[in-house]
């Protein structure tokens, strides 16, 4: 297949530009998402999906708290986008000097940014090289007005060495995702335990 021809559609699949916090054992991280979609149609009964990768620390806080948080970024919050998504918090304490409380999860809810969701893992499915967790919204809220930060927007206002950055960090992991996606573990999600 030539992936060109269905690159425009797979575009249209991602999301707004999110911040997805979460905390583990004291650790508290935030990366940037492109992949979240909503999972329930019972307006009350909220739920959502996120793709994690592997390689990524938020994958080991949130595998192990089993809990995240989803903060959309305004369209004015460019700069989050280099600070969470270019460095890993493994390297970096991410969320120093930002505004955030800890939500019912206890994942870090950015005081600052369009609206949040604060879910909780309910089940999750191995993709290889990330992991789709399903979630129930456990609380969120409309913070600023307008509208939330969409990808296709923000790379082009981001700078030029931004958009370098970003492909050759997506390069690389599309390097790695393309030995880890066969090995898909079909394992049924296991939740914390109580005692994590």
């Not at 800890?102 to 499915?125: F, H, K, Q, T």
Request: glycine fraction near 8%; include cysteine; proline fraction near 7%.
């Amino acid at each position: 297949m030539e992936y060109e021809r269905i690159a425009p559609l797979m575009g249209n699949l991602w999301s707004p530009i999110c911040a997805v916090t979460s905390r583990w054992r004291e650790k508290a991280n935030a990366q940037i998402a492109v992949a979240i979609a909503g999972a329930s149609i019972v307006p009350s009964m909220p739920r959502v999906l996120v793709q994690i990768y592997k390689t990524n620390y938020s994958h080991d806080l949130i595998q192990g708290s089993g809990a995240f948080a989803l903060n959309f970024l305004r369209k004015d919050q460019l700069d989050l986008i280099k600070d969470f998504g270019m460095v890993s918090g493994r390297d970096k304490e991410k969320l120093a000097g930002v505004p955030y409380k800890n939500g019912p999860s206890g994942s870090p809810i950015l005081e600052e940014c369009w609206g949040y969701l604060d879910c909780r893992v309910v089940n999750a499915m191995d993709g290889g090289d990330m992991t789709c967790f399903l979630a129930d919204v456990l609380e969120g809220e409309t913070v600023a007005p307008g509208e939330p930060l969409w990808w296709r927007d923000a790379r082009r206002e981001i700078p030029d060495q931004w958009n370098q950055d970003w492909d050759r960090k997506i390069q690389g992991e599309i390097e790695i995702s393309i030995q880890r996606m066969p090995n898909i573990q079909f394992e049924p999600w296991k939740p914390r335990s109580s005692s994590s």
